[in-house]
């Protein structure tokens, strides 16, 4: 069983909005790092924005301030990732990932030992 499940990846004009969703039901009883990472072609992964479940203390990268949003429900067990005026370096696989470490943030994919298999976003000029 995948304990985290990534959706709503897809194609979106430059300026557009996608919302990703990552399934995280396993992860819902405990307090976690939770957060989204991505990675381009040719590129390292890199973070982009982070929650930690015990306290919402949150994390972004300075290139997705101000346009994603990073967000649970209610019931943290699922997590969101709301991208707006999307860029075409935007482009990339992105990664739901959970972890322990604090302070939570998305600066060293090694903190987390959880990852889902990534969904697609693609963004034209």
């Known amino acids: 069983q995948v304990p985290l499940v990534e959706s709503g990846g897809g194609s979106v004009r430059a300026g557009g909005s996608l919302k990703l969703s990552c399934a995280a039901s396993?992860?819902?009883?405990?307090?976690?790092?939770m957060a989204w990472f991505r990675q381009a072609p040719g590129k390292e992964r890199e973070g982009v924005a982070s929650i930690y479940t015990g306290g919402l203390s949150y994390y972004y990268a300075d290139s997705v301030k101000g346009r994603f949003t990073i967000s649970q429900d209610n019931g943290k067990t699922t997590l969101y990732l709301q991208m707006n005026s999307l860029k075409p370096e935007d482009t990339a696989m992105y990664y739901c990932a959970a972890g322990f470490k604090l302070p939570c943030t998305a600066k060293a994919a090694r903190d987390f030992g959880y990852w889902g298999q990534g969904t697609q976003v693609i963004v034209s000029s």
């Open positions: 396993e992860f819902a009883y405990s307090s976690y790092c």
